[in-house]
């Protein structure tokens, strides 16, 4: 299976910031990397897709780059909405698997 | 818009059976492949099984692999995870999501998720 590793695990930060979470995979998995939001009681929600496709309805402040084993997901004048978990996730190959999260608080 | 709400989800005892659901609607379900994803609690994010939209194909995480079946009725819009010989490391959230086209492994809609709990 591909490995995904987040980092940081958490980090802090204020309103207005600019967050950076890097994301490895074991392996080269192109560009085939997907980021997920994560709040507690709501659906998670696709973020970015095929490494910097920003999905339908997705704010411009979240961005993302990388390819290979190396990823990126960027978020700009960090909202108050945007406190949340985060996720990468391969789907180059089946097993589909996630990075370990990365709280935003 | 794209809906996806699970049921099935309760406490079972560990070696129990449950059965859980995923009621899909605002999309050609039948057009879509369908995953099954959960979280531990406190843990991150496991997939544990994908079924394509023509149920011609379905692939388990290798911990669910031998005990879990996934189905999906295309005329009636829903998804199911059949949970058999349950652990109690199987206790999390689980949720249906969408794959982005027949047989993808990008989740582009997910579900609130159901809890399941097992537990002596």
């Known amino acids: 299976d591909i490995q995904m590793t987040q980092s940081p695990s958490s980090l802090s930060a204020s309103v207005r910031d600019r967050v950076t979470i890097t994301c490895r995979a074991s392996q080269s998995i192109s560009d085939y990397l997907n980021w997920y939001q994560l709040k507690p009681g709501k659906a998670p929600k696709l973020l970015i897709s095929a490494a910097s496709s920003l999905h339908s309805g997705v704010p411009s402040r979240f961005s993302g780059s990388g390819s290979g084993t190396e990823f990126t997901l960027t978020i700009v004048n960090l909202q108050p909405e945007d406190f949340a978990t985060y996720y990468c996730q391969q789907s180059f190959l089946i097993p589909p698997t996630f990075g370990g999260g990365t709280k935003v608080e | 818009q794209v809906q996806l709400v699970e049921s099935g989800g309760g406490v079972v005892q560990p070696g129990r059976s449950l059965r859980l659901s995923c009621a899909a609607s605002g999309f050609t379900f039948s057009s879509y492949g369908m995953h099954w994803v959960r979280q531990a609690p406190g843990k991150g994010l496991e997939w544990v099984a994908v079924?394509?939209?023509?149920?011609?194909?379905?692939y388990y995480a290798d911990s669910v692999k031998g005990r879990f079946t996934i189905s999906r009725d295309n005329d009636k819009n829903t998804l199911f995870l059949q949970m058999n010989s349950l652990r109690v490391e199987d206790t999390a959230l689980y949720s249906c999501?969408?794959?982005?086209?027949?047989?993808?492994?990008?989740?582009?809609?997910w579900g609130q998720g159901t809890r399941v709990t097992v537990s002596s």
């Open positions: 999501a969408r794959a982005e086209d027949f047989g993808g492994n990008t989740l582009d809609y």
């Open positions: 079924m394509w939209s023509d149920g011609s194909n379905a």
